[in-house]
DNA sequence: TTTATTTACGCAAACGTTCCCGATAACGAT
DNA sequence: ATCGTTATCGGGAACGTTTGCGTAAATAAA
C-alpha cells in the first residue's frame, strides 16, 4: 500500500551532488551557486518533490500541529470554535487535530496521553465534566507543554485562559427576565465541577440578588452531563414543576440545555412564555426560527477560537519559557427575542419590529 | 520552548544496555530475558517514557492520522460526520486532522498539498462547490494514495464513495410535498457542479413527472456558494417570488439552504405553510421546534462519517492494492413536520399527535 | 609568487526508532 | 574435546532532513 515518494536523496543521485547541497540549495542558501540552486529546482520540480513533514518533525522537534480536545464536535459552539481555531492555524501553517472526550475523564486522559507524547505541538482543552482530578495535564504543564484552556477552564494551572463573561452573560439574562416582570426564575446548568457552571450560576445569583430576589436553592438545577443524557433535563424540568411555587421563567446555561429544555417543555405540552419563559446560553443559528424566537446569550465562539491558539502559538513560538499568563475574556451578546417575553404586555409586539435589526447572522 | 522527552536512549543508557535491548524489551521481544524485560519496563515506568510516533512514523512511512477537508466545520451535518469519523479513529488509534476549504477550489488544493505530503495515510474529503478541476486529487490518486470520497463525490477518480442516496430523498421530500396538495413546487439548490445537486435536482423533477407534475425550470434556483452568501438566497426566493405563477412551496437541498430559505421568508413575512410550504435537507437537532417545525430529510451524518473511514482504513491497511471500489449509499429518513402540510386540511391535526414517536434525537 | 580569503560543495552526525546481522556464552550431544 | 543449538544481547544501518565542520579550488591581497 505505500506508494515511494520522491526524496532528497533522489534529487541528490539523479544529479550526482550530495544531500547536503540539495538541501541549502532548497532552502535557498548562500553557499550554493545560483546555477546548482536552478538545477536542483528545476529537478525537484521534475521529479515532483515534496519535503517529508515528518522528517523534518523529528529533526526539529516540532509538528506543527496541535491538539484541540473537546467534549463534543457535534455541537453549535464547539464546531464554531474549531472552526475559528482551524483558520488561524491554517494561516499560520500549523494542522489541527481534534479529538472529543464525550464529557468523559478517561478519554480525556487517553486523548490527552495520545496527542501529547509529542506529536503536537501544544494543546488546546475544554475541560470533560467529569474532570476534577487534573494531574494528566499538570504533570504535562509541569514539562513545559504548552496548553491554553477555553471555555471550561480551571484555575488550578497557571496558564493561558479564554473564556467569556460568564458571570455578565448570565447576569444580563437573568435580569432580563426579572425586568420583564419574572419573579420565580430557574436555572438549568451543568455539572457544578465545571467552571462556566460556576460563573454562570454566580451571574445568575448575583443578579436576583441585587434586584431584591431571593435565591431559591429549589429552582438550581444541575444535569451532570450537560444534556448529553436527555433524562437529565427531563428530570430537572419535572423537579422544577412539581414544586409548589412553579418556576415562570428557566435559563438554561448552554447550547445542548437550552435545546434540551425546550424540547421537553414542548413534549410537556407547556407553551413557552405564556407558562413559562426561557433564554439559554446558545450559539444555534437558527434561534430566530424557533417558536417562539428564542432569547439567547450567545457566545462569541469563532473568536474564542482564535484567540486561543493565536495564544497558544504564542506560548509555542517563544524563546524563552513564558511567565506571565493571560486570562482574556471575551464579552457575551444577549440576543432578545420572544420566549422571555410575558404576552402581558405589549412589549411582544414591539420586539416584533426589533427583530429585523438583531444581528443577521450569515 | 523545547521540553526534553526521555527517549530510549535513556532508558539504555541508565541500565547500562544497547538501544536494541531496550525497543526488544519494550516490544516483548521473545529474544530478550525476563529479567531484563523487568527491568528495562520499570525504568520505562520511573522514567516515564513515551514512544516517539513521529520517529516511528519515519521508520515505518506511515503517520497513523488521516485528513479530512470539508468546506465548512461548523455545520450540523459536517460537524456530525467529522464525530463518526473521530469516534472510529480512535477505536482504531488514528488521528484526525480537519481542514475546511471554505467552498474555495484554491484552498481545496492548499490543503491538500499540505496533507498529503505524507503527513497523512489517507484523505476524506467532501469537495468545494468551486472545484471542478480534479488534477490535484488524480494526480495523488494516481501514485496510490488512499481517498474516499463522502457527500460530495465525484465519479472521475475511482476509489470508494459514501453518500446518502440523494435521488431518493429528494423523490421522497417532493412527493410528499405532491401528496399533500402541492402544485408549484420550486427548489432551491447548490452549484450545478456538485454531485449532490445533480442527484437531488433529479430526484425532484423524477418526482414531479412520476406524479404527473410539469418541470418547470423557473421553479429551479440555484445557489452557486451553498447559501455561505445570504444574497444567494434572498436573490433566489426574489426571483420564486417575481414570478407570475408564485411556488407554493420550496425545497431546499442543503443545510444551510434551508435555514437560509426560512429565515428570508420570514424577513420577507411569509407565511410557512400557509403561503408557502418548506422542506429541506437538515440535519438540525431542533427541527421540531422550529416555527413551524420543519419537514426535513435528514442524512445518517455520523453513519456516512464512520463508513467513510472504515473503508479508508481499508484502503490504508490492506496489504496489496485495492482494485474494486465500493460507492455505499446510505439511507436518508424523511421527518414529515408541519412545515410542509398545508393548513387547509386536518392533516395538521394528525401531525401534531404524530410529532412525539418522531425520531427522539438526543 | 606566496598568503589570506572567499566560494561552493561534501562528509557525517543527529533526531528516536526498529530490525537485520552478528557475537558471545552456556549447554547438551556427539 | 569438538560441534551445533539455544538464549541473550550489541552494533549499526536505515527512515529523510538539516547543519556544523572540513576542504578544495578560485580569487584577491600582499
Known amino acids: 500500500m505505500k506508494f515511494e515518494a520522491v526524496t532528497i536523496k533522489d534529487i541528490a543521485r539523479a544529479l550526482g551532488i ?21 538545477l536542483v529546482l528545476d529537478c525537484a520540480e ?9 522528517a523534518l518533525s523529528l529533526k526539529e522537534r516540532r509538528s506543527r500541529s496541535i491538539g484541540v480536545i473537546v467534549c463534543e464536535i457535534a455541537n ?14 491554517y494561516d499560520r501553517g500549523y494542522n489541527v487535530i481534534v479529538s472529543q472526550s464525550r464529557e468523559s475523564y478517561e478519554r480525556e486522559v487517553i486523548d490527552l496521553q495520545y496527542l501529547a507524547s509529542r506529536s503536537v505541538d501544544g494543546l488546546l482543552i475544554s475541560l470533560s465534566t467529569e474532570t476534577n482530578d487534573l494531574s494528566h495535564l499538570k504533570s504535562l504543564h509541569a514539562k513545559g507543554f504548552p496548553i491554553v484552556f477555553f471555555d471550561r477552564i480551571t484555575e488550578e494551572i497557571n496558564t493561558h485562559r479564554v473564556i467569556v463573561d460568564n458571570f455578565r452573560g448570565a447576569y444580563d439574562a437573568t435580569e432580563h427576565l426579572i425586568k420583564n416582570g419574572h419573579k ?49 433535563i427531563e428530570d430537572a424540568i419535572n423537579k422544577l414543576f412539581t414544586q409548589r411555587n412553579k418556576p415562570d421563567a428557566i435559563f438554561a446555561t448552554s447550547d445542548k440545555l437550552t435545546t434540551g429544555c425546550l424540547k421537553t417543555l414542548k413534549r410537556r405540552g407547556l407553551k413557552v412564555p405564556d407558562d413559562v419563559s426561557v433564554v439559554g446560553f446558545s450559539n444555534t443559528d437558527i434561534a430566530e426560527l424557533i417558536d417562539p424566537p428564542l432569547t439567547v446569550v450567545r457566545q462569541p465562539a469563532i473568536e474564542m477560537g482564535k484567540a486561543a491558539i493565536e495564544l497558544l502559538l504564542q506560548l509555542i513560538e517563544s524563546k524563552r519559557p513564558i511567565k506571565e499568563f493571560e486570562k482574556r475574556i471575551l464579552t457575551p451578546e444577549l440576543q432578545i427575542r420572544e420566549s422571555s417575553i410575558k404576552k402581558t404586555a405589549k412589549v411582544a409586539e414591539d420586539l416584533t419590529l426589533r427583530a429585523k435589526p438583531i444581528h443577521l447572522q450569515e
Open 18 to 38: 550530495s544531500t547536503s547541497t540539495v538541501s541549502r540549495a532548497l532552502r535557498d542558501s548562500y553557499e550554493i551557486s545560483p546555477e546548482t540552486k536552478q
Open 46 to 54: 521534475k521529479l515532483n518533490y515534496r519535503p517529508n513533514p515528518i
Open 184 to 232: 420565580r426564575i430557574a436555572v438549568i446548568s451543568n455539572s457544578e465541577f465545571l467552571s462556566i457552571t460556576h460563573e454562570r450560576v454566580a451571574g445568575y445569583k448575583e443578579a436576583l440578588i441585587a434586584n431584591g430576589h431571593e435565591v431559591n436553592e429549589h429552582y438550581v438545577q444541575h444535569c451532570f452531563y450537560g444534556g448529553m443524557i436527555f433524562e437529565e
Open 76 to 89: 453549535n459552539f464547539f464546531s464554531q470554535v474549531i472552526n475559528g481555531i482551524e483558520s488561524i492555524a
